[in-house]
Antibody
Framework: QITLKESGPTLVKPTQTLTLTCTFS??????????VGWIRQPPGKALEWLAL???????RYRPSLKRRLTITKDTSKNQVFLTMTNMDPVDTATYYC????????????WGQGTLVTVSS | QSVLTQPPSASATPGQRVTISCSGS????????VCWYQQLPGTAPKLLIY???QRPSGVPDRFSGSKSGTSASLAISGLRSEDEADYYC???????????FGTGTKVTVL
């Protein structure tokens, strides 16, 4: 049974750095083809893919946010981290982490999401 | 800014069929698999369709997906009240080297 759960601050101030943690179980991020991604959704708006890290540590980022994002993993602890610098109120959103494999090619299991509000 | 375009809304009465379109380009839908998600209010997206037309275990066969060229469609037949949700298409984009999601379609059961 695959589960993922996001954790991190619910409120950050403008210009601060956000660090989110995705803690997962039921799979290993050292298995070939497996990846974990981050997706966000501003209130009332559409889903927006942010970043993806693969089992071999290959990483992909949303081009428009690449300079602000860093995704890393700790395979031994079954965790993936997302850092986003210079937070702005427009970054207020629910942030999801999700599991990906070569079988389905997309994100098949998602965490419950965590709402991050950017406000002074 | 979404790269995949969906109609904002769709509706039908219970038992009817509703179809949602997803329009992309040669770098995403035109050359990669399409998937569809259902998002009920206040919950995380749920995978409905992957690899254009495959259903994960547990997804009813009332949901079906198709793809042609740079467009894709999700059809829901035998519409039920519990199908009232937001639906998103998604695909890998070779030009962006990342995933792109659709603008989302709100399905209302009349």
């Amino acid at each position: 049974q695959i589960t993922l759960k996001e954790s991190g601050p619910t409120l950050v101030k403008p210009t601060q750095t956000l660090t989110l943690t995705c803690t997962f179980s039921g799979f290993s991020l050292s298995t070939s083809g497996v990846g974990v991604g981050w997706i966000r959704q501003p209130p009332g708006k559409a889903l927006e893919w942010l970043a993806l890290i693969y089992w071999d540590d290959d990483k992909r980022y949303r081009p428009s946010l690449k300079r602000r994002l860093t995704i890393t993993k700790d395979t031994s602890k079954n965790q993936v981290f997302l850092t986003m610098t210079n937070m702005d109120p427009v970054d207020t959103a629910t942030y999801y982490c999700a599991h990906r494999t070569e079988v389905v090619v997309v994100f098949d299991y998602w965490g419950q999401g965590t709402l991050v509000t950017v406000s002074s | 800014q979404s790269v995949l375009t969906q109609p904002p809304s769709a509706s039908a009465t219970p038992g009817q069929r509703v179809t949602i379109s997803c329009s992309g380009s040669s770098s995403n839908i035109g050359s990669n698999y399409v998937c569809w998600y259902q998002q009920l209010p206040g919950t995380a997206p749920k995978l409905l369709i992957y690899r254009n037309n495959q259903r994960p275990s547990g997804v009813p066969d009332r949901f079906s997906g198709s793809k042609s060229g740079t467009s894709a469609s999700l059809a829901i037949s035998g519409l039920r009240s519990e199908d009232e949700a937001d639906y998103y298409c998604a695909a890998w984009d070779d030009r962006l080297t990342g995933y792109v999601f659709g603008t989302g379609t709100k399905v209302t059961v009349l």
